[in-house]
């Protein structure tokens, strides 16, 4: 059987769950069938589905934008219809977006880690439209790093912000409709009348190749399989003064910064024999972001073996080796850190110089409780 994904499986029964209704869209390039056809295009040309309105996330509609950059509501070309922003002056819709739609339809790729706002944006969306009397239909997709693994810390609730509202995992193991069941019946005040249409022939071992689906980045930073698989750890850079790639054509499978010895320290990294991993000397020159216009040394993180391959330990690891080798010139970019990685604590026991093994220590247990608590918002068996 061929793996289909919701929106697949919507098409095929004829749209049954939007039929009679106005619809909004909250998608972005990401959001393709199988042929690369985009939903936007798929429900806007189906005879049985009122599209009314859009929503952007971050990086916007088109998907173009730079992180952290504001998304502004405007009108699209095509269709004339409006595109509210939910990530500009409002994170979450309005009762006025919010007025004349019957039910918002969530078509996105997420990529299974904390830090990415979508599943944020999303439980917004649950929050507004259960607040307004209005549907949400998700239509899920594939976690591309699998449902089986559940791994790192959890989050302290003074660190909330869009890069982590609630204490999941950095990795949580959930397609976006598993999280958005969770979201809504733990966490939404006024709980939305929700519907998940599920992939049809995914299992939570599967790897994105075993799908047969095509990889459409769902942010600029997010071109390929690779970048994701370091993502996880990698974007932990971005609470330091180091590049994190940002600019290049290697977004976070690279970092270092101007005052870094690659030779130094790729040397050094590889005799720690941390799993699944390897690292290169790599010089580079951001074009954007941090050091744009300057070259800075560094390495590359090559992944090995993946089933090993432990990202957060791993890039925690590498941010406290260059503090080490270069103290006068590292920087923490602490609220930032904090935010990523869900607590103080973490940075305070770097700088006390503990090891990456006693920082997380607890992460074990925290995982083993979510995994607990996630257990009744599951769609999806395993391959065994």
Same mark, same amino acid.
């Given at each position: 059987?061929?793996?289909?994904?919701?929106?697949?499986?919507?098409?095929?029964?004829?749209?049954?769950?939007?039929?009679?209704? *106005?619809?909004?869209?909250?998608?972005?390039?990401?959001?393709? +069938?199988?042929?690369?056809?985009?939903?936007?295009?798929?429900?806007?040309?189906?005879?049985?589905?009122?599209?009314? /309105?859009?929503?952007?996330?971050?990086?916007?509609?088109?998907? /173009?934008?730079?992180?952290?950059?504001?998304?502004?509501?405007?009108? +699209?070309?095509?269709?004339?219809?409006?595109?509210?922003?939910?990530?500009?002056?409002?994170? *979450? #819709?309005?009762?006025?977006?919010?007025?004349?739609?019957?039910?918002?339809?969530? +078509?996105?790729?997420?990529?299974? !880690?904390?830090?990415?706002?979508?599943?944020?944006?999303?439980?917004?969306?649950?929050?507004?439209?259960? /607040?307004?009397?209005?549907?949400?239909?998700?239509?899920?997709?594939?976690?591309?790093?699998?449902?089986?693994?559940?791994?790192?810390?959890?989050?302290?609730?003074?660190?909330?912000?869009?890069?982590?509202?609630?204490?999941?995992?950095?990795?949580?193991?959930?397609?976006?409709?598993?999280?958005?069941?969770?979201?809504?019946?733990?966490?939404? #005040?006024?709980?939305?009348?929700?519907?998940?249409?599920?992939?049809?022939?995914?299992?939570?071992?599967?790897?994105?190749?075993?799908?047969?689906? #095509?990889?459409? /980045?769902?942010?600029?930073?997010?071109?390929? !399989?690779?970048?994701?698989?370091?993502?996880?750890?990698?974007?932990?850079?971005?609470?330091?003064?180091?590049?994190?790639?940002?600019?290049?054509?290697?977004?976070?499978?690279?970092?270092?910064?101007?005052?870094?010895?690659? %030779?130094?320290?790729?040397?050094?990294?590889?005799?720690?024999?941390?799993?699944?991993?390897?690292?290169?000397?790599?010089?580079?020159? %951001?074009?954007?972001?941090?050091?744009?216009?300057?070259?800075?040394?560094?390495?590359?993180?090559?992944?090995?073996?993946?089933?090993?391959?432990? %990202?957060?330990?791993?890039?925690?690891?590498?941010?406290?080796?260059?503090?080490?080798?270069?103290?006068?010139?590292?920087?923490?970019?602490?609220?930032?850190?904090?935010?990523?990685?869900?607590?103080?604590?973490?940075?305070?026991?770097?700088?006390?110089?503990?090891?990456?093994?006693?920082?997380?220590?607890?992460?074990?247990?925290?995982?083993?409780?979510?995994?607990?608590?996630?257990?009744?918002?599951?769609?999806?068996?395993?391959?065994?």
């Amino acid at each position: 059987m061929t793996m289909q994904t919701g929106l697949e499986v919507l098409r095929e029964s004829g749209y049954d769950a939007l039929k009679g209704k *106005r619809v909004g869209l909250l998608t972005n390039p990401s959001g393709v +069938d199988r042929q690369l056809v985009s939903t936007y295009e798929i429900l806007w040309r189906a005879a049985e589905v009122n599209l009314v /309105a859009l929503f952007a996330p971050e990086h916007g509609f088109a998907g /173009a934008l730079a992180e952290g950059e504001q998304v502004d509501t405007q009108t +699209d070309p095509r269709t004339g219809l409006p595109v509210y922003s939910l990530y500009g002056d409002t994170l *979450r #819709p309005t009762p006025q977006m919010l007025d004349n739609i019957d039910v918002i339809v969530c +078509d996105i790729q997420d990529i299974g !880690l904390r830090y990415y706002t979508f599943s944020w944006t999303v439980s917004l969306v649950l929050e507004a439209a259960g /607040a307004q009397g209005v549907e949400v239909v998700i239509l899920d997709r594939p976690n591309p790093l699998g449902g089986e693994v559940v791994a790192g810390p959890g989050l302290n609730a003074r660190m909330a912000s869009f890069v982590g509202r609630y204490p999941v995992p950095v990795q949580h193991g959930l397609t976006l409709g598993e999280m958005g069941q969770l979201l809504n019946g733990v966490y939404n #005040p006024t709980p939305v009348a929700l519907s998940v249409i599920p992939c049809a022939g995914w299992t939570r071992g599967m790897t994105w190749a075993q799908t047969g689906l #095509p990889w459409v /980045a769902p942010s600029p930073n997010m071109p390929q !399989l690779s970048t994701l698989q370091q993502y996880a750890g990698a974007c932990l850079v971005e609470g330091t003064n180091l590049s994190e790639g940002r600019g290049t054509a290697l977004p976070f499978e690279v970092v270092g910064a101007p005052f870094v010895d690659g %030779p130094a320290l790729a040397d050094v990294l590889n005799a720690q024999g941390w799993p699944g991993v390897r690292f290169r000397p790599h010089r580079f020159s %951001p074009t954007t972001s941090k050091w744009a216009g300057q070259e800075c040394g560094g390495v590359q993180v090559h992944v090995v073996d993946l089933p090993v391959w432990r %990202p957060v330990e791993t890039w925690l690891g590498i941010i406290r080796m260059i503090r080490q080798l270069c103290p006068g010139e590292f920087a923490w970019l602490p609220a930032h850190f904090d935010r990523l990685i869900g607590s103080g604590e973490v940075r305070a026991a770097i700088e006390a110089g503990l090891g990456v093994e006693e920082i997380g220590a607890g992460w074990a247990d925290f995982c083993a409780s979510f995994r607990k608590q996630r257990a009744a918002y599951l769609l999806y068996g395993s391959d065994e």
